[in-house]
């Protein structure tokens, strides 16, 4: 998703510095724009680092550490439940020896059962961690929005890339067009 927005921003970026390069189709000079509208002005860019932002958000930190608690409780309960299914399959390869062929069959569908509830309870418990991340972290990543939002326009910029953002987008960066410092120091002043 983030690439995606990415891709989406550089596209627009690009697309305003194209429409106010010169053309060779309509001479030296020459804009693509049409009419005697002047350019439109260069794209102002300022880019953050949305983990330091968030790592220091007020609220980021009881956030975090309530759900690690909930993400160790959840992998517990699938430990326990993953246990339970191996001791049961060993006393089935113990048990299988004497048992006729239709207490192995029922068996073996017995222990097919559990582990469908098993990868069930543990489908249940991935999406309520989702669930959970989303009601966690939500509130403090739509504070940041606003607080980035806030200061785009602002200070008129076009574009706020985000250096942390996946997939090696950003080559290289002008440390001056660093906004990360001013978005933390607003957000601390909204607590």
Same mark, same amino acid.
């Given at each position: 998703?983030?690439?995606?927005?990415?891709?989406?921003?550089?596209? +627009?970026?690009? +697309?305003?510095?194209?429409?106010?390069?010169?053309?060779?189709?309509?001479?030296?000079? #020459?804009?693509?724009?049409?009419?005697? #509208?002047p350019p439109p002005a260069a794209a102002k860019i300022a880019f953050i680092s949305s983990q330091e932002?968030?790592?220091?958000?007020?609220?980021?930190?009881?956030?975090?550490?309530?759900?690690? !608690?909930?993400?160790?409780?959840?992998?517990?309960e699938v430990q326990k439940l993953q246990q339970q299914l191996d001791s049961a399959v060993q006393a %089935?390869?113990?048990?299988?020896?004497?048992?006729?062929?239709?207490?192995?069959?029922?068996?073996? !569908?017995?222990?097919?059962?559990? $582990?469908?509830?098993?990868? $069930?309870?543990?489908?249940?418990?991935?999406?309520?961690?989702?669930?959970?991340?989303?009601?966690?972290?939500?509130?403090?990543?739509?504070?940041?929005?606003?607080?980035?939002?806030?200061?785009?326009?602002?200070?008129?910029?076009?574009?706020?890339?985000?250096?942390?953002?996946?997939?090696? %987008?950003?080559? #290289?960066?002008?440390? #001056?067009?660093?906004?990360?410092?001013?978005?933390?120091?607003?957000?601390?002043?909204?607590?």
């Amino acid at each position: 998703m983030q690439r995606l927005v990415l891709v989406s921003l550089a596209a +627009v970026a690009a +697309v305003t510095v194209l429409a106010t390069a010169p053309s060779p189709l309509l001479g030296q000079g #020459a804009t693509s724009t049409a009419g005697s #509208a002047p350019p439109p002005a260069a794209a102002k860019i300022a880019f953050i680092s949305s983990q330091e932002i968030l790592r220091n958000t007020p609220g980021y930190a009881v956030a975090e550490s309530t759900y690690r !608690k909930e993400l160790q409780a959840s992998q517990t309960e699938v430990q326990k439940l993953q246990q339970q299914l191996d001791s049961a399959v060993q006393a %089935f390869d113990q048990q299988s020896i004497a048992l006729s062929p239709a207490a192995r069959q029922t068996k073996q !569908k017995d222990l097919q059962a559990m $582990q469908q509830r098993i990868e $069930q309870r543990g489908n249940e418990l991935q999406e309520r961690l989702q669930q959970r991340e989303q009601e966690l972290l939500g509130p403090l990543r739509a504070r940041i929005n606003s607080v980035l939002q806030g200061i785009r326009a602002e200070m008129n910029y076009s574009l706020i890339l985000d250096a942390d953002a996946g997939g090696g %987008f950003i080559a #290289a960066l002008d440390p #001056a067009l660093n906004i990360t410092s001013r978005v933390l120091q607003r957000l601390s002043r909204a607590q």
